[in-house]
């Protein structure tokens, strides 16, 4: 009888996650492997492909530290062909970096527009292209109506969307399935040797639609995410005890 209920709960689960636009989840290998334990984040072990992903930073150093994280997951996207769409007021960017992370930077098509109303246009029709691999776009602001077209767009595509957030007002709720904040770590060098090491991240999952939220450390090495280790909240770790 137990046995029952946790397979009905189970078949329940799957059959709620579409409706989550999580449509993507289901189908496909894992294409972070190296992901580690933030994989068991994810609803059933998976990233969320066919969906947009919000990214928050606090500044400049923020803002590129997850530029770097997100171009990461972009070249394992990116692996099985297909163009991407980076969208964007004012490029930061230095496409030739793209090949650290495996991308060709001629597979990009960069486009840059001032007008926020342009900005929001160009996202959705790149939502839209099935064609593509996956859309970045960096906006400041985003509310739910527009994050909605978004989803319901991305649903269709089944294009992966990522939004780099610097500086925001206004945190509000929206469509997005999960809300990220990545913070660069010191590298570090083989053997103590002078010279920068590989790209390292903290990585925190604020939120995950179905998901279980936390704190990782990750670098980029072999072309691949590598866990370094994770983070374990205060609240689980044995208090020290007194001694004397």
């Known amino acids: 009888m137990q046995g029952e209920k946790a397979d009905l709960i189970a078949r329940l689960k799957m059959d709620i996650l579409p409706l989550e636009g999580l449509r993507a989840v289901h189908t496909g290998d894992n294409p972070y492997p190296g992901l580690g334990a933030l994989n068991r984040a994810f609803?059933?072990?998976?990233?969320?492909?066919?969906?947009?992903?919000?990214?928050?930073?606090?500044?400049?150093?923020?803002?590129?530290?997850?530029?770097?994280?997100i171009s990461g997951m972009l070249g394992s996207l990116m692996n099985k062909g297909g163009a991407a769409v980076w969208i964007g007021s004012g490029r930061t960017?230095?496409?030739?970096?793209?090949?650290?992370?495996?991308?060709?930077?001629?597979?990009?098509?960069?486009?840059?527009?001032?007008?926020?109303?342009?900005?929001?246009?160009?996202?959705?029709?790149?939502?839209?292209?099935?064609?593509l691999s996956a859309v970045i776009c960096e906006m400041p602001e985003l509310s739910f109506t527009v994050s909605r077209r978004f989803?319901?767009?991305?649903?269709?595509?089944?294009?992966?969307?990522?939004?780099?957030?610097?500086?925001?007002?206004?945190?509000?709720?929206?469509?997005?399935?999960?809300?990220?904040?990545?913070?660069?770590?010191?590298?570090?060098?083989?053997?103590?040797?002078?010279?920068?090491?590989?790209?390292?991240?903290?990585?925190?999952?604020?939120?995950?639609?179905n998901g279980k939220p936390g704190t990782w450390h990750l670098e980029w090495a072999a072309g691949c995410f590598r866990f370094i280790k994770e983070q374990i909240p205060s609240i689980f770790l044995e208090p020290k005890r007194k001694t004397g």
């Open 43 to 69: 609803p059933l072990g998976k990233f969320p492909l066919g969906a947009v992903h919000e990214f928050v930073c606090e500044g400049v150093e923020t803002s590129a530290a997850t530029t770097g994280f």
């Open 93 to 131: 960017l230095f496409p030739p970096a793209l090949k650290m992370f495996g991308i060709d930077p001629e597979r990009i098509v960069f486009v840059d527009l001032q007008k926020e109303k342009d900005i929001l246009w160009a996202m959705e029709e790149a939502l839209k292209c099935r064609g």
């Open 151 to 209: 989803q319901l767009a991305v649903e269709q595509s089944l294009v992966t969307g990522f939004i780099l957030r610097t500086n925001p007002r206004n945190l509000n709720t929206n469509a997005c399935v999960s809300r990220w904040n990545i913070k660069s770590l010191p590298s570090e060098t083989d053997e103590d040797l002078p010279g920068l090491g590989f790209p390292r991240w903290k990585v925190n999952l604020l939120k995950i639609r």
